[in-house]
């Protein structure tokens, strides 16, 4: 079973940038799709976006896509995930997430990610604040 933790977080002021790292142990995390999640006091998570076990395919959701970009540093076991032009309403717990090689290719498809990962991290605070 592979445990996730996010690192990155904190206070930025709207325009900022901040790069979320989401380290894995007990596995590589280029055997899983990876999934960002993110999920404000009184909203619904929500899928912001995924990279596919091979880099083939990448996801983002319409809300992120132009600003935030995801990556892959295999020798540091991490998936990144670089947030740029931050707003208000993108304050929020950040999770990562590994699922099935399939989960990145049905966000991509359909439009819109999966909640079934199997394996989450802790979460960690986001905050866009003047």
């Known amino acids: 079973q592979v445990q996730l933790v996010e690192s990155g977080g904190g206070l930025v002021q709207p325009g900022g940038s901040l790069t979320l790292s989401c380290a894995a142990s007990?596995?590589?995390?280029?055997?899983?799709?990876i999934g960002w999640f993110r999920q404000a006091p009184g909203k619904e998570r929500e899928g912001v976006s995924c990279i596919g076990d091979d880099d083939r395919i990448t996801y983002y959701a319409d809300s992120v896509k132009g600003r935030f970009t995801i990556s892959r540093d295999n020798a540091k076991n991490t998936v990144d995930l670089q947030m740029n032009s931050l707003k208000d309403e993108d304050a929020a717990v950040y999770y990562c997430a590994a699922g099935g090689r399939a989960f990145c290719f049905y966000a991509q498809t359909v439009g819109v990610m999966r909640t079934d990962f199997g394996s989450w991290g802790q979460g960690i605070q986001v905050t866009v604040s003047s």
């Open positions: 007990g596995a590589s995390l280029d055997d899983y799709d």
